[in-house]
T-cell receptor, first 115, second 114 residues
Framework: DAKTTQPNSMESNEEEPVHLPCNHSTISGTDYIHWYRQLPSQGPEYVIHGLTSNVNNRMASLAIAEDRKSSTLILHRATLRDAAVYYCILRDVFNSGAGSYQLTFGKGTKLSVIP | EAQVTQNPRYLITVTGKKLTVTCSQNMNHEYMSWYRQDPGLGLRQIYYSMNVEVTDKGDVPEGYKVSRKEKRNFPLILESPSPNQTSLYFC?????????????FGAGSRLTVL
């Protein structure tokens, strides 16, 4: 799998937007970009995913660079409940081989939200 | 409610005493997987299963066994636990079709091996 690079930690003030960056310069044409987050003392949870176009859902927005070598997860108004570790992961969903359903988690970005 | 259920949530055991961590999902998912999480190392995959009776090694399978006799269950077996298996374990599942690859995780099982 192509690798991703994320900052170890970020801080945000409550109720302000947060932009979490992810670099993936070796991304392949069929790699989807996934974001998961892990709140303290919980299992990871799915946030959003995309391929080429920007995506929005009730939790966040995903902005994907035109060359797809980087992406940004956007939380429009950070709340204290958004304090978590955010993981950016690439997955080739068109690979039908034995490992095609794996998602490899890196160390992620620890987001702290300041009241 | 669609969920992945792990048991036990917390366990303290001693070296060499066999234990099983159960994982069950109610979403009829084909794919299931086990991860361990250690400080500074992120989530590492132990084993995964693409369907009943189909399992394969992840990145850190040493010291673990799994089985997939039924679609809903995917137990993690530690035949002879050692202190380096002290960790936080997560089970996850997803549907088998192509597309989003959205994983649903359990709440985690914290294991301490003395």
């Amino acid at each position: 799998d192509a690798k991703t690079t994320q900052p170890n930690s970020m801080e945000s003030n409550e109720e302000e937007p947060v932009h979490l960056p992810c670099n993936h310069s070796t991304i392949s044409g069929t790699d989807y970009i996934h974001w998961y987050r892990q709140l303290p003392s919980q299992g990871p949870e799915y946030v959003i995913h995309g391929l080429t176009s920007n995506v929005n859902n009730r939790m966040a927005s995903l902005a994907i660079a035109e060359d797809r070598k980087s992406s940004t997860l956007i939380l429009h108004r950070a709340t204290l409940r958004d304090a978590a570790v955010y993981y950016c992961i690439l997955r080739d969903v068109f690979n039908s081989g034995a490992g095609s359903y794996q998602l490899t988690f890196g160390k992620g970005t620890k987001l702290s939200v300041i009241p | 409610e669609a969920q992945v259920t792990q048991n036990p949530r917390y366990l303290i055991t001693v070296t060499g005493k066999k234990l099983t961590v159960t994982c069950s999902q109610n979403m009829n998912h084909e794919y299931m997987s086990w991860y361990r999480q250690d400080p500074g190392l992120g989530l590492r995959q132990i084993y995964y299963s693409m369907n009943v009776e189909v399992t394969d090694k992840g990145d850190v399978p040493e010291g673990y066994k799994v089985s997939r006799k039924e679609k809903r269950n995917f137990p993690l077996i530690l035949e002879s636990p050692s202190p380096n298996q002290t960790s936080l374990y997560f089970c996850a599942s997803r549907s088998g079709g192509s597309g989003a690859n959205v994983l649903t995780f359990g709440a985690g099982s914290r294991l301490t091996v003395l």
